[in-house]
């Protein structure tokens, strides 16, 4: 995957890079809300490269949005011996959370994983890799699941789950090119 437009956007923004020149975008990729119109062209139309970072925007906001909600294990926290054994023994530390996602990233997160159902049903193991490639870690910026990963699960070499990563993005791009059209 040709990760220029990557590293042109972080350079514009202030990212990170690495020794091995890989760019890592921990708190650039939060970015203005009317930013995602400047990865579009004059017409609306979106790339390969435009349809990767979004969906890995999307990947992350997706990941950093906090599972909150009612369950047992506040039931028995809220215990008062219970609570102070967690604490005696140091089990009281709060882990690093990434921040919660604005209105804006949420909004654009929900336009880009509406963009996988555009890949034909048919077609279920090019939607599982560009879902499973779109998850990047909101803290860490890698990949859930690398390309080896990926083809250890489908039973495939990793140079082959590369090609359908591809494919997938390439039947994406042209899918919300031609809704745009139509739109227009």
């Not at 906001?61 to 604490?87: F, H, N, Q, W």
Request: charged share 25%; proline share 4%; net charge positive.
């Amino acid at each position: 995957m040709d990760r220029g437009f990557s590293r042109r956007f972080s350079a514009s923004v202030g990212g990170k890079t690495s020794a091995l020149g890989d760019v890592r975008m921990n708190e650039a990729w939060a970015r203005p809300a009317d930013a995602g119109s400047t990865m579009e062209n004059a017409s609306g139309l979106i790339d390969r490269e435009a349809a990767i970072f979004r969906l890995e925007e999307a990947g992350r906001t997706l990941l950093a949005l906090p599972g909150t909600g009612y369950s047992t294990k506040m039931r028995t926290g809220s215990l008062d011996i219970v609570r102070s054994a967690l604490e005696n023994y140091g089990w009281g530390e709060k882990r690093i959370c990434p921040a919660v996602p604005s209105a804006a990233q949420i909004t654009r997160m929900d336009e880009a994983l509406a963009w996988i159902p555009m890949i034909p049903q048919e077609r279920y193991v090019l939607r599982r890799v560009v879902g499973a490639r779109a998850l990047v870690h909101p803290l860490t910026d890698r990949y859930l699941f690398s390309w080896r990963r990926l083809g250890g699960v489908l039973g495939a070499d990793h140079k082959a789950v590369q090609r359908w990563h591809m494919l997938g993005i390439d039947m994406i791009v042209s899918a919300v090119n031609r809704q745009r059209l139509r739109a227009a």
